[in-house]
């Protein structure tokens, strides 16, 4: 789900990061303490010139630091069993970074997770407060996905340029939104979804000309205004394939498009091709 601030104001933003490798030292140990979380490699080798990504913990009590640990290395290890990011391990260290909540998120049913109410207070102006507190906590990671304990679908990510998501660890479809999350966070992907209006390397308003061309000549296929308005909205998907940026209950998988789209996006990250964006916070 990608939702913009004012639209939703418990679904969060995220942008780029800053980046640094993490230093030799903080990687030769299992666990590390960075702000205030207790950090660990979960996934890769932890060799700096891997594309960094953490999980941190939201809303986890300290007697469920093992959830949390469990919730994230499910997590870590599933986005490897998508198409998009299959076979790709080997680019990537995965950190998870615990630090406990007061009180448990796990049965609460306002979709308001700990992070969006301690950390955003539900603000749009806190954005900025948002994007400093990553920047602060995690100044070594590309990108930050909070696992939310929480069983509600709706709780998620919304972009600018700040590589930052949300997503829930017992959802029914929680790998599923994790994974679609990945796709705007790595790809830079865009929801293909009825009432998404919104271009990007995967859905344009250019019919004649997408910006796929040459990727895929299957006809593309036109969004819907809304989920309940079968109505045309102008903006069109690459074809009738299923994809986890349309539709996370049904796949984990991208369509041929969006999956190429993101392959090629994190090679170029590995290959240091594309530079991390170091813009200034927003004013
Ligand atoms: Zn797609």
Redesign the pocket.
Known sequence: MKINFPVSYFLVVFLCLAAMELGADSVSSSTWTSGGYQTSLISGNGKPGRITLALISDGYTAGEKDKFLRDAKRIADGLFTSNGFKGMEDLFNIYAAFTAAKQSTLNRSSGETQFTADIISGDPKDEKKLIAYIRKNFPAMQAVMAIANSKEDGVGVCTSDFKFAIVPSDADFSLSIAIHEA?HLFGE?VD?YAGSDEEGP?VTRNKMNPPWKGLSNKTPIEIAVDDDDPRGSGYF???S?N????DNEETIN??????D?LRKAIAALENGKVPLDTSPLPQ
Not at 243 to 246: D, F, G, K, N, P
Not at 254 to 259: G, I, L, M, Q, S
């Open positions: 796709g992907l293909e995967n998907r690459p074809s394939e994809c986890v940026m349309l991208f369509c041929a498009v969006c999956k789209v």
